[in-house]
């Protein structure tokens, strides 16, 4: 654990830890920059869909940043509304992908302008956690319904209902000007950011810090909520900075930081395994124009197979 360094430069695509040292509250600051636009540019997705997916994204990566595994952390809604479902997941290693499934005509007619995100772009439906450490290992998954009108309202009633964990989060995407002059200079690109404050039930607290958890907790959310979504995302006020300005009255110190990156796992080798599965005479009706072309949902890279090279795989 370290000092908070009000010298350290701007950065993006990472993880910040950091610590409440008059209430020992733990918390995240996520920063998705070039990585989020990465991910979201490989698909025309409409802007609606492209902004909650990379929504979705900086809620797994900062969901993630909170557990301890060797893995794939996935976070995924599925709901009857225009987009039908969205996936995200982040690894132990900092990478990180993520896909939307949207009916174009349904987003067209939804009325988004008066009805909140979640009721207008998912409908009725379910946000779920999972944890895949591989083989050998028991995979936990948690699911919630989705109630709330976004969808940092959705994990909060989630850590309410199944983990019993008070939870703040606030989470900013939006495409603007990556230069962050505020006028409107310079390529748009797509940002995002998130805050994340937790704490653990009182009677755990209460044996180490007294009677006072809950007046610190209310004052740690007072904080959290004077953070703009501006100030979230903006690439010209760095993490370090923009914790200092919320909380150095109560004394906050930072954790080294955790890298993202943008990295899909698909490769051709993957793809010729899941044929070799599927039954030949499946695949062979696969085919459009003598060829079969598998496209990968996550980074759109598209994998074609001749009659050559799908005898080599059945051979």
């Known amino acids: 654990m370290t000092p908070l360094d009000m010298s350290a430069p701007s950065s993006d695509d990472i993880v910040q830890p950091f610590q409440i040292d008059s209430s020992h509250l733990r918390g995240r600051l996520v920063r998705v920059g070039p990585m989020l636009e990465e991910i979201l540019s490989k698909h025309d997705y409409p802007e609606p869909v492209a902004t909650l997916l990379g929504e979705t994204i900086t809620l797994a990566i900062t969901l993630a940043g909170a557990l301890k595994y060797e893995g794939i952390f996935t976070l ?7 987009i039908s ?3 995200a997941d982040v690894t132990s290693t900092g990478d990180v992908r993520g896909y939307a499934q949207f009916n174009a005509e349904r987003l067209a007619s ?18 779920a956690f999972t944890v895949d450490q591989g083989e050998h290992t028991e995979r936990y998954q948690g699911i919630v319904e989705l109630t709330g009108d976004t969808l940092s309202e959705c994990v909060q009633h989630y850590f309410r ?35 994340m404050l937790q704490r653990l039930p009182e009677d755990q607290i209460q044996q180490t810090l007294g009677s006072d958890v809950a007046d610190d907790w209310r004052r740690a ?11 979230l995302v903006d690439p010209k006020l760095p993490p370090n900075d923009l914790l200092y300005r919320l ?3 109560d004394g906050v110190r930072v954790y080294a930081p955790m890298a993202l ?15 070799r599965s599927l039954p ?36």
Not at 288 to 313: H, M, P, R, W
Request: net charge negative; glycine share 10%; with cysteine.
């Open 247 to 249: 909380f150095h009255e």
């Open 110 to 127: 939804a009325d988004i302008a008066a009805v909140a995100p979640v009721p207008a772009l998912l409908g009725s439906g379910y946000l």
């Open 85 to 87: 479902l969205m996936v």
């Open 161 to 195: 209902q199944s983990e019993q964990l008070d939870t703040g989060i606030k989470v900013a995407v939006s495409r603007a000007s990556a230069l962050g002059d505020g006028a409107g200079n310079g390529e748009l690109a797509w940002r995002g950011g998130a805050l």
């Open 76 to 82: 995924q809604t599925k709901g009857d509304g225009p």
């Open 221 to 231: 959310m007072v904080l959290m909520g004077t953070c703009s979504d501006a100030e």
């Open 280 to 315: 030949r005479d499946e695949v062979s009706e696969l085919k459009v124009d003598g060829k079969v072309e598998v496209t990968c949902e996550f980074c759109n890279s598209t994998y074609t197979f001749d009659d050559a090279q799908l005898e080599q795989i059945y051979d």
């Open 261 to 275: 990156q943008a990295a899909c796992r698909c490769s051709r080798e993957r793809v010729t395994n899941v044929l």
